[in-house]
């Protein structure tokens, strides 16, 4: 999240339920944003407990998979069926009926669906993440009626149907080899320099840990992502001393420059704004939603014109015109991204970051907070604090081809559930030890009764007519 924040204070560890206010204290951001936290955590845990890793309900479920082949016999298309779907405790809706996999409002451009030259199987899966969002993104965020000037900032439900070919499976439940994903395996420790021995008796020796002059928040992200260097394939990162939220909106690619755009502003001061040397990075929202990095480029001597807020930049950076809502991202390390290696490196004014592990994910981040008493928030092998995916199984599709035609077979895979107040039979499943075919309950009484063994047993053991009243035990099979 890069919003303009004093700190992150949400600790699972600490088990906190609710924040409490005090009379006559000063109101900080961090206690509404960890309030919001907590809230979402014991909700989301609930949800999950309750539904599971994934599931629709019967009633105003969604996410219903459905295939074709399309009309030029090279690419197949998906439909997706509104209505609501868990994930992890995670309510994902999709609204507007007719939604197909080309069309999906947090997905632009996902890649062509290519039919097969084999028979496959292919898993069709969502993909849930949090997006946060600020003006830039959402324009509506802004109060009019004070001048435009942004307020608070919002998170956001992503999801995103994908699609992975080639499982190799049959059954919606069987296990697919690198699926899910696995989580980044990186970890960041930060630390300060140790003040310098003093060798003249006469001078006061600085003393060690955070020496800035104000208080920051700290953002180390990862760019590109990668293993732990040197070497072909390390990560890079960047760095940022007030969490990335300096940005500006993009108003205008200066056509036949390449290397300039327009911004709405400049920034509010020296400290907040944008000067010639800065490193910035110009990404959109494709970028955003597909979790690859932006352009880092320089501002260039004499590139800041004031009057009309054109920048020039070091490079290209064109290639992101068409996106909507692009941006320039200020970071603060002094020059393109820097390659992620076993060593400390120092950030600036006694801060330091060492990473282990891997492999580090493009948008890997760790925020940390320094203060002007010198103190460093401690992270000790910390894993990222985002972003963290979900994901839960949506259809399978069986490819068979017959006569030169490719014909799919849909399993839908997506786990249903009752509401509390009408579970059913057919709604609680068994376990077929006994290879009878069934999978729930009614599916049993119904096996039992064209077997014409369902039969009431009373207290004394006699067996009664099946039309007696049930007082004793039921006995099954």
């Given at each position: 999240m890069k919003g303009d924040f004093s700190r992150i204070t949400f600790n699972h560890d600490k088990h906190y339920r609710s924040v409490r206010m005090q009379q006559g204290r000063v109101q900080l951001d961090a206690d509404w944003?960890?309030?919001?936290?907590?809230?979402?955590?014991?909700?989301?845990?609930?949800?999950?407990?309750?539904?599971?890793?994934s599931g629709v309900p019967k009633i105003g479920g969604g996410f219903a998979i459905g295939a074709a082949a399309q009309a030029d016999g090279l690419t197949f298309g998906l439909t997706i069926a509104s209505g609501r779907l868990y994930v992890d405790g995670i309510l994902c809706e999709l609204a507007p009926p007719g939604t197909t996999y080309q069309g999906q409002p947090d997905y632009p451009n996902p890649s062509a669906l290519n039919l097969p030259n084999t028979?496959?199987?292919?898993?069709?899966?969502?993909?849930?993440?949090?997006?946060?969002?600020?003006?830039?993104?959402?324009?509506?965020?802004?109060?009019?009626?004070?001048?435009?000037?942004?307020?608070?900032?919002?998170?956001k439900t992503v999801w995103q149907v994908k699609v992975l070919s080639g499982v190799g499976i049959t059954d919606c439940r069987a296990a697919i080899a690198g699926w899910p994903p696995a989580p980044s395996g990186g970890v960041l420790t930060s630390e300060v320099l140790a003040a310098p021995p003093g060798s003249d008796p006469c001078l006061v020796v600085p003393a060690g840990g955070f020496r800035g002059l104000e208080n920051q928040l700290y953002r180390v992200e990862i760019h590109n992502g990668g293993s732990l260097g040197p070497g072909p394939g390390a990560a890079t990162f960047k760095w940022?001393?007030?969490?990335?939220?300096?940005?500006?909106?993009?108003?205008?690619?200066?056509?036949?420059?390449?290397?300039?755009?327009k911004v709405e502003s400049l920034g509010r001061d020296q400290v907040l704004g944008l000067r010639i040397g800065d490193w910035v990075e110009v990404l959109g929202d494709e970028t955003d939603l597909k979790g690859i990095p932006g352009t880092l480029a320089q501002i260039v001597p004499n590139g800041i014109d004031e009057t009309e807020h054109v920048l020039t930049l070091s490079v290209d950076v064109s290639s992101h015109a068409l996106e909507a809502h692009p941006k320039v991202r200020r970071w603060d390390q002094p020059g393109d991204a820097i390659a992620l290696t076993a060593d400390p490196v120092p950030l600036e004014n006694g801060v330091q970051v060492r990473f282990s592990g891997g492999p580090f994910r493009t948008g890997d981040y760790w925020v940390f907070a320094a203060r002007t008493n010198g103190d460093v928030e401690s992270l000790t092998g910390a894993r990222p604090q985002g972003i963290e995916h979900h994901y839960g199984r949506l259809a399978l599709i069986q490819w068979q081809q017959s006569d030169a035609l490719w014909t799919a077979?849909?399993?839908?895979?997506?786990?249903?559930f009752p509401p509390l107040t009408d579970i059913r039979a057919e709604d609680v499943g068994v376990d077929d030890t006994c290879g009878l075919g069934v999978a729930n309950l009614q599916q049993v009484f119904n096996s039992q009764c064209q077997q014409r063994v369902l039969r009431y047993v009373s207290g004394d053991g006699q067996e009664g007519g099946v039309g007696q009243a049930l007082s004793g035990a039921l006995i099954v099979g």
């Open positions: 944003n960890e309030l919001a936290e907590i809230q979402e955590q014991h909700a989301q845990t609930e949800t999950a407990d309750i539904i599971g890793s028979e496959r199987a292919d898993l069709v899966y969502l993909d849930v993440w949090q997006r946060h969002i600020t003006m830039i993104e959402d324009p509506d965020i802004r109060e009019v009626a004070l001048g435009g000037p942004d307020t608070t900032t919002r998170l940022s001393r007030d969490n990335g939220s300096v940005a500006f909106p993009i108003s205008e690619f200066i056509a036949g420059e390449p290397t300039k755009v077979t849909v399993t839908d895979c997506r786990p249903d």
